[in-house]
């Protein structure tokens, strides 16, 4: 369980990974789908991720040069992992409170 936590640790990751379970994808077209996600926080996500195995990046021979990331087979088995955590906060929309607040 703490392995699949550190892999989907930091803000945007877990929407990251919601597109592509939906295709493929471009910086630029990740840039354009969230466009409130900042260059530096989707570079380093995309490095985690590419480093945890989860996304393959392609640099395809062209210019400008252009790289395609892809969901590996390790990173669509993250796809019900995701669904079960949507399903769960579904269920609970408002955070219990603490007894230590």
């Given at each position: 369980m703490e392995i699949t936590l550190a892999t989907?640790?930091?803000r945007w990751t877990t929407l990251l990974i919601?597109?592509?379970?939906r295709g493929d994808h471009t910086f630029t077209e990740l840039?354009?789908?969230?466009?409130?996600l900042s260059d530096k926080v989707l570079s380093d996500r995309l490095a985690?991720?590419?480093?945890?195995?989860?996304l393959e990046?392609?640099?395809?021979?062209s210019?400008?040069?252009?790289?395609?990331y892809t969901l590996t087979a390790?990173?669509?088995?993250?796809?019900?992992?995701?669904q079960a955590l949507w399903d769960w906060g579904a269920q609970h929309e408002s955070p219990p409170?603490?007894?230590?607040?």
């Amino acid at each position: 369980m703490e392995i699949t936590l550190a892999t989907l640790h930091g803000r945007w990751t877990t929407l990251l990974i919601r597109e592509f379970l939906r295709g493929d994808h471009t910086f630029t077209e990740l840039r354009h789908t969230l466009p409130a996600l900042s260059d530096k926080v989707l570079s380093d996500r995309l490095a985690h991720l590419t480093n945890a195995g989860v996304l393959e990046r392609r640099r395809l021979p062209s210019w400008p040069p252009r790289v395609h990331y892809t969901l590996t087979a390790h990173g669509r088995r993250l796809g019900p992992v995701l669904q079960a955590l949507w399903d769960w906060g579904a269920q609970h929309e408002s955070p219990p409170s603490s007894e230590f607040e």
